[in-house]
Antibody, heavy 117, light 108 residues
Framework: QVTLKESGPALVKPTQTLTLTCTFSGFSLTTTGMRVSWIRQPLGKALEWLAR???????YYSTSLKTRLTISKDTSKNQVVLTMTNMDPVDTATYYC?????????WGQGTLVTVSS | EIVLTQSPGTLSLSPGERATLSCRASQSVSSNYLGWYQQKPGQAPRLLIY???SRATGIPDRFSGSGSGTDFTLTISRLEPEDFAVYYC?????????FGQGTKVEIK
């Protein structure tokens, strides 16, 4: 059974760095072809793909956000971590992680992050 | 990166009717690596279709996908009450994934 769950702060201040963790089970990021992507969704708006990390540690970032994003993995813990620097109120959104195999076949429940002073 | 444009923005239909949703890509999607997702309020998206035309596990056969290259379609043959939701297309043919802006299927 594949599950993913996002965790992190619900509230961050402008200019701070956001760190989100995706903890998953039911698959391994050491398996060839496995990947995890991060996606976000502002309230009432469309999905936006952010970043992806592959089984071989290749990493890919959204063109518009790549200067602010870092993705990493800890295969021993079955975790993927996303950091986003210089947070702004427009970054307020629900953040999801999903297994990327390569369609996004399993999703976490999402975590709402609000950026406010 | 590939830009996906979905149309229409909103589709107003009655239960039992047929829904046809379009997704157009700014360039050809490699290997037809195109997925469709359904999202209901307060829920995470759910994969419906992958590879442009293959149904994901547990998806009813009233959902079908078609198309290739730059033009893709999701068809719901007969709308059930639980099908009223927002639908997104997504391409995974390039390293940078992208989503369309969504089509809302609402009750008329």
């Amino acid at each position: 059974q594949v599950t993913l769950k996002e965790s992190g702060p619900a509230l961050v201040k402008p200019t701070q760095t956001l760190t989100l963790t995706c903890t998953f089970s039911g698959f391994s990021l050491t398996t060839t072809g496995m990947r995890v992507s991060w996606i976000r969704q502002p309230l009432g708006k469309a999905l936006e793909w952010l970043a992806r990390i592959d089984w071989d540690d290749d990493k890919y970032y959204s063109t518009s956000l790549k200067t602010r994003l870092t993705i990493s993995k800890d295969t021993s813990k079955n975790q993927v971590v996303l950091t986003m620097t210089n947070m702004d109120p427009v970054d307020t959104a629900t953040y999801y992680c999903a297994r990327d195999s390569p369609s996004l076949d399993y999703w976490g429940q999402g975590t709402l992050v609000t950026v406010s002073s | 990166e590939i830009v996906l444009t979905q149309s229409p923005g909103t589709l107003s239909l009655s239960p039992g009717e047929r829904a046809t949703l379009s997704c157009r890509a700014s360039q050809s999607v490699s290997s037809n690596y195109l997925g469709w997702y359904q999202q209901k309020p307060g829920q995470a998206p759910r994969l419906l279709i992958y590879g442009a035309s293959s149904r994901a596990t547990g998806i009813p056969d009233r959902f079908s996908g078609s198309g290739s290259g730059t033009d893709f379609t999701l068809t719901i043959s007969r709308l059930e009450p639980e099908d009223f939701a927002v639908y997104y297309c997504q391409q995974y043919g390039t390293s940078l994934r992208t989503f369309g802006q969504g089509t809302k299927v609402e009750i008329k």
